[in-house]
């Protein structure tokens, strides 16, 4: 095995980190530390971050009895 297959079996698969986010995101469940690769930990960075804009957003409309369309 070759230091390159090494390091990618450390760091998994790339299309393993969208398919994991992609069906948690379909069953409307989120969790961090569910990618492997570095480029998914940053995909997964983002969307925690837009969840939870979203969140504050839901939480100012009900404070505020503002319709969340």
């Known amino acids: 095995m070759t230091n390159n297959e090494r390091i990618k079996m450390k760091q998994g698969n790339l ?3 969208v398919v ?3 069906n948690a995101l379909k069953e409307r469940e989120w969790a961090e ?3 492997t690769t570095k480029l998914g930990q ?3 960075a983002e969307i925690t971050e ?3 804009q979203l969140n504050h957003y839901i939480q100012l409309c009900e404070r505020h009895n503002i319709p969340k369309e």
């Open 42 to 44: 940053e995909l997964e």
């Open 33 to 35: 530390h569910c990618t």
């Open 50 to 52: 837009l969840i939870g």
């Open 20 to 22: 994991g986010i992609v």
């Open 15 to 17: 299309r393993d980190d």
